[in-house]
T-cell receptor, first 115, second 118 residues
């Protein structure tokens, strides 16, 4: 089944404790992206990757890191989480950056709480 | 400036009735794509329907149709014969063509919460 797999689904952590949210896709998609969703703000892009070893900042990158060492994986790293990073996070992938017709396949989401 | 505007934070509709969720967009690109996603209370994002800027006919997918008015830059979602399972958040999104920053992301509106009343 074609899918984007995120783990974990739920995570509660303490301020300052490094964490990684994993994302993997099995569709050989070139393009992957991370979004965060907050009430009243919709979804906002954190980082995206156009291919292996090619990443760039989205609209809200502060406090996050990403890496793309393999085509299928795109982990999101919070080196020192803070309470304002409490949010619902989505990983998404798309066949290509080219062409407006390429929508996203989304993962199931990771609900992160930082206390 | 917002690229995607959804002016209805919340909507109610009677079961079996039709409902229109509004979406306006802003872009100077000639090539772009418009998407609608559904997010039920469980949280996942479910793709519903797509409209390309060059498509001459309005997109339809089952009970979903997209009322695309290019000159007015609107892409309203119409749900016919509403069901209780349609209660969810609905997001309009746009992806611009070309090689600019807008092609690297889906830009989302803030969403409309639809509640279907029995």
């Amino acid at each position: 089944e074609a899918q984007v797999t995120q783990n974990p689904r739920y995570l509660i952590t303490v301020t300052g404790k490094k964490l990684t949210v994993t994302c993997s896709q099995n569709m050989n998609h070139e393009y992957m992206s991370w979004y965060r969703q907050d009430p009243g703000l919709g979804l906002r892009q954190i980082y995206y990757s156009m291919n292996v070893e090619v990443t760039d900042k989205g609209d809200v990158p502060e406090g996050y890191k990403v890496s793309r060492k393999e085509k299928r994986n795109f982990p999101l790293i919070l080196e020192s989480p803070s309470p304002n990073q409490t949010s619902l996070y989505f990983c998404a992938s798309s066949l290509s950056i080219g062409g407006a017709g390429y929508g996203y396949t989304f993962g199931s989401g990771t609900r992160l709480t930082v206390v | 400036a917002q690229k995607i505007t959804q002016t209805q934070p919340g909507m109610f509709v009677q079961e079996k009735e039709a409902v229109t969720l509004d979406c306006t967009y802003d872009t100077s690109d000639q090539s772009y794509g418009l998407f609608w996603y559904k997010q039920p209370s469980s949280g996942e994002m479910i793709f519903l329907i797509y409209q390309g800027s060059y498509d001459e006919q309005n997109a339809t997918e089952g009970r979903y149709s997209l009322n695309f008015q290019k000159a007015r830059k609107s892409a309203n979602l119409v749900i016919s014969a509403s069901q209780l399972g349609d209660s969810a958040m609905y997001f309009c999104a746009m992806r611009e063509g070309g090689s600019g920053a807008g092609s690297y992301q889906l830009t989302f509106g803030k969403g409309t919460k639809l509640s279907v009343i029995p």
